[in-house]
């Protein structure tokens, strides 16, 4: 099997113990694949958080799960360990209200294939591409 083989792990309800919430079921992996992170076992998470992830996870409707707050609060971290125990795997992207949609997607960039030859338009694959 080569790198850009994609595994497809089948999907399974998890009981969401490691979260601090027995008996609450979630959709998750059942083996780990590449790009899911490493929990920490000393992580609690905050309910109102956790049940927008479940939420998000159980229903998703084809759209991404933003999560918005201060610098700090936690938003990153709680993506990570809640893909951590659901064998979920991640690509982080940090953005800035400078980022637009071609910095995600990717754009055509004037590049040479070596130092010196002539340049010419190719198109580069942004970070949500690259998966």
């Known amino acids: 099997m080569n790198a850009q083989t994609k595994i497809k792990p089948s999907v399974t ?18 083996t780990p694949i590449l790009g899911v992170p490493a929990a920490n076992d000393t ?12 939420g998000y996870l159980n229903s998703p409707a084809g759209d991404g799960l933003a999560l918005i707050g201060p610098t700090g609060s936690g938003k990153t971290t709680a993506i990570l360990e809640a893909a951590a125990r659901l ?6 992207i940090t953005a800035s209200g400078r980022t637009e949609a071609l910095d995600l997607i990717g754009t055509f960039v004037l590049m040479a294939s070596n130092p010196g030859e002539q340049p010419s338009m190719r198109w580069m694959d942004g970070p949500w591409r690259k998966q």
């Open 13 to 30: 309800k998890v009981d969401m113990a490691s979260f601090g919430k027995p008996g609450v079921q979630c959709l998750g992996y059942n």
């Open 43 to 54: 992580y609690k998470f905050r309910d109102d958080v956790l049940r927008v992830i479940i």
């Open 87 to 92: 064998n979920w795997p991640v690509q982080s």
